[in-house]
C-alpha cells in the first residue's frame, strides 16, 4: 500500500525511502502517557474548556502556588477543579512562582520559609491534596544558587548552600503535610555534576525527592536527553537509591510547540522512556502551550495529542532510521492484544517512508491487516484544525516471516501520521478521499515592499514555527503585497487557507485579488504577535490552469507565511471510527468484517459507552449519522437523542471540540459519520441592542460588532448587568453561543510569557441558579469570540442575564442559541 500524501509544493529528493521498523514482539510496558503535560497549561477553571481537556488523558500539568505573585492566573488551586473533573493526573506546584520578579528575587531563606508555610497549609487543607507535587526550586543552576559556574570553588560553596536550603526546605514542608510529594532539583539542564553531589546528601540526609526533575529546553535535547537520561539511572544504581519517577517538567522550545511533527520526536522519547514531561510555557497561559486555540478548538498539535492519548496495551519497540538525532523521522507505536489494535505515530521529516511492522502475530491479526493511515498537519498555534484527514485505508497480506510493510509517500516534515493496523476480515474498506492539495510559501512567492524574515530554526530554537522556517513580514507601505503563482488541475471552488500573523491591535485586513480581478477584503483576527501564527480560511473559484493569487495590505499590516489550496468537493465531512474511540465498560471489537471505515466494529451492550470526538468548524447544525447495527442513544451537551440505525440526525454542535457519547442495549458501531458546514437555519440570534441594561452597564460603539455595538462596562457591581428575552420555540436543553471581546492584561514585566487575563460572567436563565463562565482574553477590544454555553430553556419567553458583582465581564456583542437535538 502506498499513502500517498498531499503535494507540499517542492518535489520532494528521489532517494530511496527512509524505514522506521515497529517490533510487535518488543514490549516497552503500559502505555504511560507521560509526556502530555504542560507548564501553565491551564489559566483559569474553563481555559481551556472541558471538551479539549477530558480527552488527552493528561498525566500531570505544573501551576503556580495559589495567590503567587510570578503571573496573574494559573493558580494551581484554581484551576485543579477543572482539570481534576477532566480525568487529570497530578499538578506540579511551582513553589517559587510565588515571587513576582523573573528570576526570582532573593530575600534570603527565612522570607521563602515564611511563603513556603502559607503554600503548604493551603493545599494540604484542599480536596484531592494528595494529587499535588511540591517542586521548591526551579532551575536552581543559575536562579539564587548559580550552581552551573565553572568554577570549582565557587561551584561548591553554592551547592553546599543550595543543599542545605533544599534539606530546610523539604523537611518544612513535610512537617507541615507528612504526605507530602517533593520532586527536584529541577536544574535547567541536567548537570552530572550536581547530581551525583544531590543523591549523595540526599540519601545520607533522608531528603530524597519522591520525583527527580530537570529541563529539557534546547534542540540538542532531541538528540542528549537519552544520554542523559542513562546516565542518571548510573548515578542512582551508584548511589545505591532506588529508581525515582523522572519528570522533564518543561521540554520543548516555541519552534516546536504545536507543531506535529516535531511533538512526536519529544514524545517518543519520553514515553520508551517512561518518564513524565510538561511542555514549557514561552507565551500565554491557558492553551495548554500553544495546543489549543481559544478555549475549545483543536489546532494540529491537539490533535496528535489526542492520538496519543488513544494509545492503549503497550508500547513496543520502534527504531528509526537515526536514532537520537535532531530533526529526523522517529516514532512511537502501541500493542493491544484485547482490542486486536497496533497504533503508530511517526513524523518529523519530509519526503518518502517505509513503515515495516514485524512479529505480525496471525492469532490476533489474522493473515490480512487493515492499514488506515491519518495526518495532523501544523495549523498554526492558533490555527483550528478539523479531524485529521485519513489519506489511505487498504488492507495489506502478512507476509511470510510475519511483516508488514506500508510505504508513505510525500510526507510533510511539520506533520504526524498515524497508522492503525486492525484485523483484515472480509470485505474492502472504503477507499479514502483525499482531495487535490498543494501549498505555497510566501517566500517564494513575488513579495513587494516586504521582507523575509527566518523565524525557528535549530539555531534559533526559541523563534516561532514557521512553514519552511521564513515568513514575509513588515507588509506596512501602501503597495506592499505577496503575489503566489498557483497551478489548479481543474475547474472549481477551492478552499484557501492562509497562515498568518496579525500584532496591530485589531483586526487587520488585506485585499485578495485572482489575476488582478476584482479585489475582495480578508479580515484576519488579532494573535498574540506577529509571528504567532493564525490561519484564516475562505473559498476562491479558480478555473484549471495557472493564476496568481495577490494579498495587498489593506488597513493594517499582516504577516503572511503560507498558503493552501484544496479543492472543495462538497461539504466537509469526516467519519470518526468507533473502534478508535474513548471507552468505558466493556464492550467488544469486531474485525469480522473491513468494509466502510476499514477498522472494524465497536460491540455495545449495556454498561458500555463510546466517546467520540467531534469537531465543528462554527457553530451550528450538522448532519450526524450513527454507522449502527441497531438503535444507538446520542448524548451531546447533557441532550440525549435516540437514533435508529443509519438515520441522519440534525444536531447543533459548538466551535471546535464536541464530545459526543453513543450506548445501546445492543449494537455494532463502525463510525459516527458527520458532514456540514455548521447551518444556522433555525436559530435564535439577539443583538446587544435588544438587551435590557441595569446599573453601569450601557453599549459602547465598537466597528466591528455585529450591530455595531456591543454591551460594555457590564459587571463589577450587583447592580450592573445584560438581560436578554428569548423565545424558545420549544423546550430543551439549548447552546447559548455568546459573542464577547475583551482585552484583560495584567503585564507583570515578565520577560517572554505574554500575561493575558480571563474575566468571568455569571449567566442564569430565568430565577435559576447562576452559572460562572470564563471568558478568555480576545487579544483586543476588537476582536469578537465565541464561547458556548449549555442552558435549559421553557417553551416561549425566557430571560437570560449576564453579570458579575465581583469583577468586570466582557464586552458581550450578541448572543444565539441553538436547541442540541434539532
Do not use: C
Not at 500524501?5 to 502517557?33: C, F, H, I, K, N
Not at 529541563?215 to 532531541?222: C, N
Not at 527566518?454 to 516561532?464: L, R
Not at 503563482?485 to 483586526?507: F, W
Request: proline share 5%.
Amino acid at each position: 500500500m502506498a499513502a500517498t500524501l498531499p503535494a507540499a509544493g517542492t518535489a520532494a529528493a528521489a532517494e530511496q525511502p527512509q524505514r522506521l521498523t515497529v517490533d510487535l514482539a518488543a514490549s516497552e510496558g503500559p502505555v504511560m502517557r507521560g509526556a502530555n503535560g504542560a507548564l501553565y497549561g491551564l489559566s483559569d477553571d474553563g481555559v481551556p474548556g472541558d471538551a479539549v481537556l477530558a480527552p488527552l488523558k493528561i498525566t500531570s500539568i505544573s501551576q503556580k502556588p495559589e495567590g503567587g505573585a510570578q503571573h496573574p492566573n494559573g493558580d494551581a488551586l484554581s484551576v485543579s477543579p477543572s482539570f481534576f473533573r477532566n480525568g487529570g493526573g497530578e499538578i506540579n506546584i511551582m513553589m517559587q512562582d510565588i515571587y513576582a520578579h523573573w528570576p526570582y528575587e532573593d530575600l534570603g531563606i527565612d522570607d521563602y520559609l515564611s511563603k513556603v508555610d502559607d503554600i503548604v497549609k493551603k493545599v494540604s487543607a484542599a480536596p484531592n491534596s494528595d494529587r499535588f507535587v511540591y517542586i521548591p526550586f526551579n532551575e536552581p543552576d543559575w536562579i539564587w544558587y548559580g550552581l552551573g559556574t565553572e568554577d570549582r570553588a565557587q561551584y561548591e560553596a553554592n551547592r553546599d548552600r543550595f543543599l542545605e536550603d533544599w534539606k530546610t526546605v523539604y523537611r518544612r514542608i513535610r512537617a507541615i503535610d507528612p504526605d507530602a510529594r517533593i520532586a527536584g532539583p529541577n536544574e535547567a539542564s541536567y548537570h552530572t555534576r550536581l547530581l551525583t553531589d544531590f543523591l549523595a546528601f540526599a540519601k545520607r540526609e533522608n531528603v530524597l525527592p519522591h520525583v527527580m526533575t530537570w529541563h529539557e529546553l534546547y534542540s540538542g535535547s532531541l538528540r542528549d536527553f537519552q544520554g542523559h537520561y542513562d546516565d542518571y539511572r548510573s548515578l542512582e544504581r551508584a548511589a545505591g537509591v532506588a529508581p525515582l519517577k523522572v519528570s522533564i517538567t518543561e521540554y520543548a522550545n516555541r519552534r516546536d510547540l504545536s507543531v506535529p511533527g516535531q511533538l512526536v520526536q519529544w514524545v517518543s522519547m519520553f514515553e520508551r522512556n517512561k518518564v513524565y514531561a510538561n511542555q514549557a510555557y514561552w507565551d500565554a497561559a491557558g492553551n495548554l502551550d500553544g495546543n489549543v486555540v481559544r478555549s475549545n478548538i483543536p489546532n494540529g498539535g491537539w490533535w496528535f495529542f489526542r492520538w496519543y492519548a488513544g494509545l492503549s496495551g503497550d508500547t513496543v519497540k520502534v527504531t528509526p532510521p537515526q536514532a537520537n538525532t535532531v530533526d529526523t523521522l522517529q516514532g512511537l507505536a502501541s500493542y493491544d492484544t484485547t482490542r486486536r489494535q497496533a497504533q503508530i505515530l511517526l513524523g518529523g521529516s519530509s519526503g518518502d517512508s517505509d513503515v515495516v511492522v514485524r512479529n505480525v502475530p496471525p492469532s490476533v491479526f489474522g493473515s490480512t491487516v487493515t492499514a488506515t493511515v491519518a495526518e495532523a498537519a501544523w495549523s498554526g498555534y492558533e490555527g483550528r484544525h478539523a479531524a485529521p484527514r485519513v489519506l489511505a485505508r487498504t488492507k495489506v497480506k502478512v507476509a511470510d516471516d510475519g511483516s508488514v510493510t506500508v510505504p508513505l509517500r510525500g510526507m510533510r516534515q511539520m506533520s504526524a501520521y498515524r497508522m492503525v493496523l486492525t484485523p483484515g476480515g472480509s470485505g474492502t474498506p472504503a477507499t479514502a478521499s483525499v482531495p487535490w492539495s498543494a501549498s505555497y510559501e510566501a517566500e517564494e512567492a513575488a513579495v513587494t515592499d516586504g521582507r523575509v524574515y527566518t523565524q525557528g530554526t535549530v539555531e534559533n530554537a526559541n523563534g516561532y514555527a514557521a512553514s519552511g522556517t521564513k515568513d514575509v513580514g513588515s507588509l506596512d507601505r501602501p503597495g506592499s503585497k505577496v503575489a503566489f503563482s498557483v497551478t489548479v488541475p481543474k475547474d472549481g471552488t477551492y478552499d484557501l487557507a492562509i497562515l498568518y500573523g496579525n500584532q496591530s491591535g485589531a483586526p487587520a485586513t488585506q485585499k485578495l485579488t485572482v489575476d488582478g480581478g476584482a479585489p475582495v477584503t480578508v479580515t484576519y483576527p488579532s494573535t498574540e504577535n506577529w509571528t504567532y501564527r493564525g490561519k484564516q480560511d475562505l473559498t476562491v473559484r479558480l478555473s484549471a490552469g495557472t493564476h496568481v493569487l495577490t494579498l495587498a495590505k489593506g488597513d493594517a499590516e499582516v504577516t503572511l507565511d503560507r498558503i493552501d489550496l484544496t479543492a472543495r468537493t462538497g461539504d466537509p465531512s469526516a467519519s470518526y471510527e468507533a473502534t478508535l474511540a474513548d471507552i468505558s465498560g466493556k464492550p467488544t471489537y469486531d474485525y469480522s468484517s473491513s468494509a466502510g471505515t476499514g477498522t472494524g466494529a465497536l460491540v455495545l451492550r449495556p454498561g458500555d459507552r463510546a466517546v467520540f470526538d467531534v469537531y465543528a468548524p462554527r457553530e451550528g447544525y450538522y448532519t450526524v449519522v450513527p454507522r449502527a447495527s441497531a438503535a444507538v442513544r446520542l448524548t451531546l451537551h447533557g441532550a440525549t437523542v435516540q437514533a435508529p440505525p443509519g438515520a441522519p440526525l440534525r444536531l447543533y454542535l459548538a466551535a471546535g471540540n464536541n464530545r459526543v457519547a453513543v450506548t445501546s442495549q445492543h449494537a455494532s458501531v463502525r463510525s459516527l459519520d458527520v458532514s456540514g458546514t455548521g447551518s444556522a437555519s433555525g436559530t435564535l440570534g439577539y443583538e446587544a441592542t435588544t438587551a435590557a441594561l441595569t446599573g453601569g452597564a450601557r453599549l459602547v460603539d465598537s466597528v466591528y460588532a455585529s450591530a455595531g455595538s456591543a454591551v460594555g462596562w457590564l459587571g463589577n457591581s450587583p447592580s450592573s448587568t445584560a438581560e436578554f428575552t428569548v423565545t424558545a420555540p420549544r423546550a430543551g436543553r439549548y447552546l447559548l453561543t455568546i459573542h464577547y471581546a475583551h482585552n484583560d492584561r495584567r503585564d507583570n514585566g515578565h520577560a517572554y510569557n505574554t500575561d493575558i487575563m480571563s474575566r468571568t460572567a455569571d449567566v442564569r436563565v430565568g430565577a435559576g441558579t447562576p452559572q460562572k463562565v470564563t471568558f478568555k482574553n480576545t487579544w483586543s477590544w476588537d476582536d469578537y469570540w465565541t464561547l458556548s454555553v449549555p442552558v435549559d430553556l421553557r417553551k416561549g419567553a425566557n430571560n437570560i442575564t449576564f453579570g458579575n458583582a465581583s469583577a468586570w465581564a466582557p464586552n458581550i456583542d450578541r448572543i444565539e442559541l441553538g436547541r442540541v437535538i434539532g
